[in-house]
């Protein structure tokens, strides 16, 4: 089969690794509008069915040699017991303690929290440079690269251009809306904020290594996010610094990473096939390095097999597309 996956991002790349290795001829398609960092978070401490999507995607990044680093996670604040004993059941190791330094309660994770080298996945893939444009008009499809009509020069078209799906296709409106989204690098005086991951429910923020290597120096996030087009300029506040302040103490904020992402109604990604031939998903959120190969997975089983995922399906929303983007789950 000849493929045209649109979108060189974690979905269009775990997705060309998937279809290839099948024996399917994969090309990709890649606009420049986003740019990514080294290292992305990627947490097996997630709910529901994402915790084992989050398994599958480490599991993807071993076999195709992208680097993760593991760090000990903390997490604070309420959480069920459901859901510890899901982690325990599927082998995560944490226990619940009480940490001096954090002086509150929390729950351990060994091995369950890492730093993937995303960039890696995005640089193993190669790229056609270009600007997609799909339409879909009375099921009718056509597909245009830089104004040039490519709707008959592949089988299937795949449509995974994260915050900018709904701008990339015409004709038909999808349960998705983006979003701007931030996080402060922090200088601190605590050289072991850079060695551990924090998820503290109970001041809602997280914390994350920078580098992992014992400097001063953390990102921390609270989740919070702007409804907007990719292409609209915005500017985070530092809202997630003075949450991480009372616990962890004074942080200086240096540098504001931030970017685009999509969301849908219940802030779970989606995935499906929209007509005939062409098909997508999206709506991965912040956590997209955390499930995205296993959502690829799911996509892959879907076009091959036939197979469908009905909680993670893009009919889930029974037509909606209206809807109110909310704050980022972040782990839990
Ligand atoms: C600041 C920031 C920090 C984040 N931190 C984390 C983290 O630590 N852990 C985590 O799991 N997730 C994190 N995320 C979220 C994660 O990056 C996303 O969930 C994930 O990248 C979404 O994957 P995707 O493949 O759907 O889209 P993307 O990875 O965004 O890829 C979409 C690609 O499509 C391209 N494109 C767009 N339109 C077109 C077009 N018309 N034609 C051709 N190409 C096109 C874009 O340029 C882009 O490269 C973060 C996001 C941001 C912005």
């Known amino acids: 089969m000849k493929v045209l996956v649109i979108g060189k991002g974690i979905l269009g790349s775990s997705i060309y690794h998937l279809l290839k290795e099948r024996g399917h001829e994969v090309s990709v398609v890649e606009s ?7 290292t992305l978070i990627h947490s097996l401490l997630l709910v529901g069915k ?19 680093k593991s760090f000990t996670s903390y997490t604070l604040g309420k959480v069920s017991n459901e859901v510890v004993n899901k982690w325990l059941s599927l082998g995560l190791n944490v226990e619940e303690k009480y940490v001096e330094w954090l002086r509150d309660k929390a729950i351990i994770g060994y091995g369950t929290d890492s730093l993937v080298q995303i960039r890696k996945l995005i640089d193993s893939v190669p790229k056609i440079s270009g600007n997609v444009s799909v339409e879909v008009n009375d099921n009718k499809l056509r597909v245009t690269l830089d104004n040039n009509d490519v709707t008959s020069r592949y089988d299937i078209f795949i449509l995974t251009a994260g915050a900018w799906n709904t701008l990339s296709i015409n004709g038909l409106r999808l349960p998705l809306k983006s979003y701007y989204c931030w996080s402060w690098l922090t200088l601190n005086r605590n050289s072991l904020l ?19 290597i014992g ?6 996030g609270d989740g919070d996010v702007i409804e907007c087009s990719p292409f609209d300029k915005k500017i985070g506040d530092k809202k997630a610094v003075e949450k991480a302040e009372s616990r962890v103490g004074k942080l200086f904020p240096i540098y504001r990473g931030e970017g685009y992402c999509e969301g849908t109604p219940d802030m779970r990604p989606i995935y499906g096939e929209i007509t005939e031939r ?3 998903a999206g709506g991965l959120d912040g956590y997209g390095a955390e499930i995205g190969p296993g959502i690829a997975n799911l996509l892959v089983k879907y076009i091959l097999e036939g197979e469908k995922d009905s909680d993670y399906y893009w009919r889930r929303f029974n037509g909606v597309t209206d809807f109110k983007i909310g704050k980022e789950p972040h782990e839990l």
């Open 194 to 212: 850079d060695k551990v991951f924090i998820y503290d429910y109970e001041l809602g923020y997280y914390s994350r290594p920078f580098m992992g």
């Open 50 to 68: 994402d915790v084992e999507l989050s398994i599958l995607s480490k599991e993807f990044y071993v076999k195709h040699n992208i680097p993760l």
């Open 278 to 280: 062409l098909y997508f």
């Open 32 to 38: 420049g509008f986003r740019k990514f960092p080294p």
């Open 215 to 220: 400097l001063p120096l953390s990102i921390v």
